[in-house]
């Protein structure tokens, strides 16, 4: 992927997930709509720093064509992601919403599942519409 397409990449993957993630939020929470969306644009600004970074090397030690990546690969590249993650969003939930680590370790396995699910399906489709995009189409063959 080029430095562009990684950006583009990132920006959708957040914004898509800001969507879902506070509008499921609000369901299963008691804490406000301003203070979720918030805690999810800074959670968003960070996973998108961490997505360029943690994807440069990842795409550096899987190498080769993305649509040709297995089942295998795109969980490998989902749960380390996320596990990776969780080092910056656990003290910043604690510390907007005010809970425990408890209650933030629960919070943010929450989301680690969700988004564990939403990487999986998102790249997959990603990939799936890009390479259909950046395929050349096929010339009209001579008629005998």
């Known amino acids: ?5 990684r950006i583009f990449h990132a920006l959708l993957f957040e914004l898509t997930a800001i969507l879902l993630l506070v509008a499921l939020a609000t369901f299963v929470s008691e804490k406000s709509l301003p203070s979720l969306t918030g805690l999810a644009v800074v959670i968003s600004t960070i996973a998108m720093l961490w997505n360029y970074i ?7 030690i899987f190498t080769g064509a993305r649509i040709n990546r297995t089942t295998k690969i795109r969980v490998i590249h989902s749960l380390a992601f ?5 080092i910056f969003t656990v003290p910043l939930i604690m510390w907007v919403l005010e809970v425990s680590l408890l209650k933030a370790l629960v919070m943010d396995f ?9 990487t999986y399906l998102f790249n997959l489709l990603y990939d799936l519409i890009s390479h259909r995009l950046q395929q050349k189409p096929v010339e009209n063959l001579p008629q005998t």
């Open 110 to 118: 929450g989301a680690v599942i969700f988004f564990v699910i939403y």
């Open 82 to 86: 996320e596990f990776g993650l969780v």
């Open 54 to 60: 943690f994807n440069i090397f990842f795409d550096r």
């Open 1 to 5: 992927m080029t430095t562009k397409e």
